[in-house]
């Protein structure tokens, strides 16, 4: 019988496939042809429906693709439809998006990885059969005869385990092709899967000058390296280029193979007969030095990438407790590399601080690394974007667009790893705020940046060091979460949550009167730069305190000084000019008097309203006395000061109808209202021609 066929009928035999998803509802069962296999996990776990015309959208369900089709393509017909349909349906994505679950090796396609995966699953299962005719007869003797010693004083059946052990794939050179991530295509024959090997030649006795085999520890020479590995080894410290880059990604699969059957072999068998496969550290160590050499720039892309593989997984492999060693790796990683090679490197340092856990060796470094990647990582993402958006010049569309959703997925895979990194050391997060450092990066983002994404990725990791904030970093923390409450409807929620966790820390007062103090800012001249940034502060500050006014009620938050408050306004009313200022400050002054459960704010009960009416009486004189406005938004900006206007005269004439005797305040109610008069006229000849009774104004949300 030939070999194939040998091995079509052990395949069908040991049925060696299956599923490698999480929470899979039929992870026990097991394929015995690769085409099942890969047809189950492209069904149940891998769906790809595309549209023809939006081909980076990607959707995960016929309902959501049938939405797509229905919303964006009205004008095809029904039957073009449901055929589009149905023909997405049985479709398959051949872009993968994960790593091999077993070695973590990166993939371009979904075909390679699953072949990748396929070698893996077949060796293993190649370890449940016997690998000599003297274990097939220690498997059928009884338990007696198994246990009994053999005549140089072992156990088979232990002999039998660590010749297991010793077995290697003879294929394990090709396991990983490294050229595929540098743009190299992969010849088809090297992405055949390979037949394992299922014939060991027969054991020879050693010549009588050498010490018998059995003389040496089973526990010692299975640490050692098969003389194919040495061959690789020396392959990889003197070999040409190309056989180096091939000797470190059979040398990275030998480390990940050792440390899982190890891990097996530890975990079912007895005490004081365990044989562990582990490569030691030093032996780990010594191939990396050999080939460190290759993440040079200068290096061709296939070396770069088969030797940042290879580092990954020697990384993972030392021990977390082995400070010196680990420093060696930090430094060979801090070294200059590629641009084109980052997503390696991340992932190579993820590898060595097991996934942002184990920091301490190099915490002080740590820290500067990721804000120099950080903002290194962000200008070729916003570089990658526009040239997206312009189609690029020579690459053509659909290429621009791809590079600028790998460079964003870099992006976002580094936000992950910083905010993991702080969220397991909070004891070291103070280092992210230090001169220079990663919150200054953070806050440049949030200032340059256009999307969405970036401004919650670092909103995000700021809340995480909210408690380790340095002082002199916090204002521009408050004014970037301010203004980003105010302006981004979708991250309204996250920026409040992030103020919110400022305002009930250790900086709750010092944030209030940061806030007080951009209110007395001066806006500098109109037209600038300055002005327009003052101005956004200035809004995104009223509209803060509005939100804290709400809330004071809880002890949990920092009191506002009434007084201070005031004074800020007063200051602000002469630079009132502007509508969108006047607007902002009378909602503060409404929602001091009127509150959603219809009670007057606590901190005004007790305190004189006539330096807060004058404020309100200078906004509504300097917003309503100009001409009409030309602009839309200018009229409806105008339209909503009358109504505020309108809604505080209703507020106070409802407090001196029911005035008390004990009511302190009534001559500054009494005053207000003939000052405002001649505004209150032009107020509420703008309701009236909106049809906005005033009722009807004063029951809407002090919130628009």
């Known amino acids: 019988m030939c070999l194939t066929c040998i091995r079509a009928h052990l395949i069908h035999d040991l049925r060696p496939y299956l599923c490698t998803y999480n929470d899979c509802r039929m992870s026990d069962y097991l394929y015995d042809s690769i085409e099942t296999w ?73 075909r390679e990885l699953n072949i990748h995966i396929a070698r893996h699953l077949e060796r293993f299962s190649l370890f449940s059969l016997p690998r000599s005719a003297g274990d097939c007869a220690a498997i059928g003797s009884d338990q007696a005869a198994s246990s009994k010693p053999n005549q140089s004083g072992g156990d088979s059946r232990q002999e039998g385990m660590a010749e297991t052990l010793r077995f290697t794939p003879t294929d394990a050179g090709r396991s990983e092709p490294y050229g595929v991530q540098s743009g190299r295509s992969t010849p088809e024959s090297e992405l055949e899967t390979p037949e394992p090997e299922l014939e060991t030649p027969p054991r020879t006795p050693p010549p009588p000058s050498q010490p018998s085999p059995q003389a040496t520890s089973p526990a010692a020479a299975i640490n050692e390296l098969r003389p194919d590995e040495m061959e690789a080894l020396s392959k990889l410290k003197e070999g040409e280029l190309h056989e180096r880059a091939a000797a470190a990604i059979l040398l990275g699969d030998v480390i990940v193979s050792r440390h899982i059957l190890g891990d097996t072999v530890c975990k079912f068998t007895l005490p004081g007969h365990v044989l562990c496969p582990f490569l030691t550290r030093p032996q780990i160590l010594d191939i990396w030095r050999a080939a460190k050499d290759l993440i040079e720039p200068s290096k061709p892309d296939d070396a770069r990438y088969a030797a940042w593989q290879l580092f990954s997984k020697c990384a993972r492999h030392i021990s977390s407790s082995d400070v010196g060693r680990q420093r060696e790796l930090f430094e060979d990683l801090m070294a200059p590399a590629s641009q084109d090679d980052f997503f390696l490197r991340l992932a190579a340092l993820e590898a060595l601080t097991m996934d942002g856990g184990h920091v301490d060796e190099f915490s002080h470094s740590l820290f500067p690394l990721l804000a120099t990647w950080l903002g290194d990582c962000y200008l070729v993402v916003r570089e990658a974007r526009r040239r997206g958006s312009r189609g690029g010049v020579k690459k053509g569309p659909l290429k621009g667009q791809a590079d600028a959703m790998n460079e964003e997925r870099n992006l976002s895979h580094l936000f992950t790893f910083i905010k993991n990194v702080i969220t397991l050391n909070p004891q070291m997060a103070w280092m992210a705020s230090a ?19 970036d401004l919650a990725a670092c909103i995000s990791i700021i809340n995480t060091l909210v408690d380790s904030i340095h002082n002199d970093k916090l204002k521009s923390c408050i004014q970037v979460l301010s203004s980003t409450y105010r302006m981004v409807p979708t991250l309204t929620k996250d920026a409040w949550q992030c103020i919110d966790k400022f305002l009930r820390s250790s900086h709750g007062q010092s944030a209030v009167m940061i806030l007080l103090d951009v209110l007395r800012t001066h806006p500098g001249p109109e037209g600038s730069s300055a002005h327009k940034d003052s101005i956004r502060n200035i809004r995104a500050a009223l509209y803060v305190f509005r939100r804290l006014l709400m809330e004071s009620a809880d002890p949990k938050y920092p009191a506002i000084p009434f007084a201070l408050l005031i004074d800020a306004l007063a200051s602000l009313a002469p630079e009132a000019s502007d509508t969108r200022i006047s607007l902002e400050i009378l909602k503060l002054i409404n929602s001091l008097f009127y509150s959603p459960n219809g009670n007057i704010n606590a901190i005004v009960v007790g305190e004189s309203w006539s330096a807060i009416f004058s404020v309100a009486v200078k906004c509504a004189e300097t917003a309503l006395g100009t001409p009409a406005p030309a602009s839309s938004d200018a009229k409806n900006e105008k339209d909503n000061v009358a109504h505020q206007v309108m809604r505080l005269v209703g507020v106070v004439e409802k407090l001196l109808a029911a005035e008390s005797e004990g009511f302190k305040q009534g001559d500054d109610c009494r005053k207000f209202l003939d000052e405002v008069r001649p505004s209150a006229r032009a107020a509420r000849d703008a309701v009236e021609r909106l049809q906005h009774p005033t009722e009807q104004a004063l029951g809407k949300s002090v919130y628009p």
Not at 89 to 104: A, F, G, Y
Request: glycine letters at 4%.
């Open 38 to 110: 890969i047809k189950h996990e492209e069904t149940a776990h891998r769906p790809s429906l595309r549209c023809p015309e939006h081909l980076f959208e990607v959707f995960s369900s016929k309902e959501d693709f049938r939405s797509h089709i229905e919303s964006e393509h009205v004008s095809w017909s029904n039957d073009v439809k449901a055929a589009l349909v149905n023909f997405a349906s049985e479709s398959s994505s051949n872009v993968t998006t994960r790593c091999c679950p077993i070695c973590l090796a990166a993939y371009a396609t979904t």
């Open 435 to 453: 001169d220079g450092g990663l919150i200054d990066i953070l806050i440049k983002i949030c200032l340059s940046t256009s999307a969405n994404g």
